[in-house]
Nanobody
Framework: QVQLVESGGGLVQAGGSLRLSCALS????????LGWHRQPPGKQRELVAT???????NYADSVKGRFTISRDNAKNTVFLQMNSLKPEDTGVYYC????????????WGQGTQVTVSS
């Protein structure tokens, strides 16, 4: 049973920083992509950042230069360092695991709320 548990959300003023963590357990495979998605109030869920098992990263244009995704494979944890936060970064942030072999399977955490006040 794969489980993802996020932590680190909260309320922060614009310009501040937060660091999200996602602890994974179970058989997560060696070929996978870890990611963070968010769902702003009243909007659809959107991709924030991903990091592959080989270390390559991908970011949404809206967070480039402000957010950094990283992973600790030894501890099965993925992080999202968020700096220079803006009110439009507000939303529920979800951790995602995509196991790529032998076929793609996606798993999601329960989400953590991030609120950025102006």
């Amino acid at each position: 049973q794969v489980q993802l548990v996020e932590s680190g959300g909260g309320l922060v003023q614009a310009g501040g920083s937060l660091r999200l963590s996602c602890a994974l357990s179970g058989r997560i495979g060696s070929l996978n992509v870890l990611g963070w998605h968010r769902q702003p109030p009243g909007k659809q869920r959107e991709l924030v950042a991903t990091i592959a098992s080989g270390g390559s990263t991908n970011y949404a244009d809206s967070v480039k230069g402000r957010f950094t995704i990283s992973r600790d494979n030894a501890k099965n944890t993925v992080f999202l360092q968020m700096n220079s936060l803006k009110p439009e970064d507000t939303g529920v942030y979800y951790c995602n695991l995509a196991i790529m072999w032998p076929s793609r399977k996606d798993y999601w955490g329960q989400g953590t709320q991030v609120t950025v006040s102006s």
